[in-house]
């Protein structure tokens, strides 16, 4: 009998669609070799435009769904997206605090890519207290990193450098701070860790809006780091795992581009070209 492939188990919301949310965690981890194990944390009405409602699953529920499996099977890397409720956030973070030595990917989905809120100020603060002090690496985008990091008493907005530190100091190993937000022709991504840079990517910007960028880096993270790769090689090895999805995105609704997990797997003849008539005319990619 062959070895089980690596386990990674997902917190996450639902999404319809399968751009985003806890479907695309579990293609992108199939995807790059790993064995996906799901705890249902909300449910979403969406499409590709964006997100209608959202039902919050009973915390007990969460935390019931987690530890029945991590009694039964050894997991190898957490993976946290949305959440739902601050209940839902204190659920969590027991559960991961009981396996302080299985890495934790958490990735601050704070909302959707038309704007529409998936994190109140309140959920947002029970994560900054409670997960954020746990995680192995955090990848926020930019406008999520000024979240998480700006206080009442800034007088100007810091700059990313300096929400990385504040990040870092709730007690986190690694920050990523995604450009997909930034306005300029490259995509740029810094690692930053305690002694300050670790790694800074550039990545050519494609055009279109895309669902679900954010949870294939996040989980091609977690993915790399269950296969035992070594953070910084994991983290760029990540990221050309999503570059390529959204190489060969595709755009079966009428909103967003969806990335395309399985580009590898396309008959080349028939692969999926790089859009070029994006369907948001804001050249960022969104979570």
């Known amino acids: 009998m062959n070895d089980s492939p690596p386990i990674v188990m997902v917190f996450a919301a639902t999404d319809p669609t399968s751009g985003a949310g806890l479907q695309a965690d579990i293609m992108t981890l199939v995807s790059m070799g790993c064995h996906p194990v799901s705890v249902v944390t909300a449910i979403t009405v969406q499409d590709t435009t964006g997100v ?24 190898s890397a957490f993976k946290v997206g949305v959440l739902g409720s601050i209940e839902a956030v204190a659920a969590v973070a027991e559960v991961v605090a009981d396996y302080p030595e299985i890495p934790l990917i958490l990735d601050p989905v704070l909302a959707s ?8 100020e309140d959920i947002l603060s029970a994560i900054h207290d409670l997960l954020l002090p746990q995680a192995t690496i955090v990848t926020p985008n930019s406008i999520e990193a000024h979240r998480l ?10 700059d990313l450098a300096e929400c990385a530190r504040r990040i870092l100091d709730t007690g986190c190993e690694y920050v990523l701070i995604t450009g997909t937000h930034v306005q300029k022709d490259e995509v740029i991504n810094t690692l930053y860790s305690f002694t300050g840079v670790e790694r800074t990517d550039a990545w050519p910007r494609l055009p279109g809006s895309y669902h679900g960028s954010g949870c294939t880096l996040a989980s091609a993270i977690a993915a790399t780091i269950a296969n035992g790769v070594e953070i910084q090689e994991a983290v760029r090895d990540a990221q050309e795992f999503t570059w390529q999805t959204l190489k060969h995105a ?3 609704g009428m909103g967003q581009y969806i990335p395309d997990r399985l580009f590898w797997a396309r008959d080349e003849d028939n ?16 979570a």
Do not use: K, N
Request: hydrophobic share 30%; glycine share 4%; aromatic share 4%.
């Open 149 to 158: 990091a700006v206080t009442d008493e800034d007088e100007t907005p810091p």
């Open 113 to 120: 890519g038309r704007g529409d809120e998936l994190a109140t």
């Open 271 to 286: 692969d999926t070209e790089t859009a070029t008539e994006p369907a948001d005319p804001d050249p960022s990619s969104a």
């Open 52 to 75: 209608d409602t959202l039902l919050p699953i009973d915390p007990e529920w969460i935390a019931d769904q987690a530890r029945c499996i991590l009694e039964d099977m050894p997991v």
């Open 250 to 252: 595709f755009h079966p």
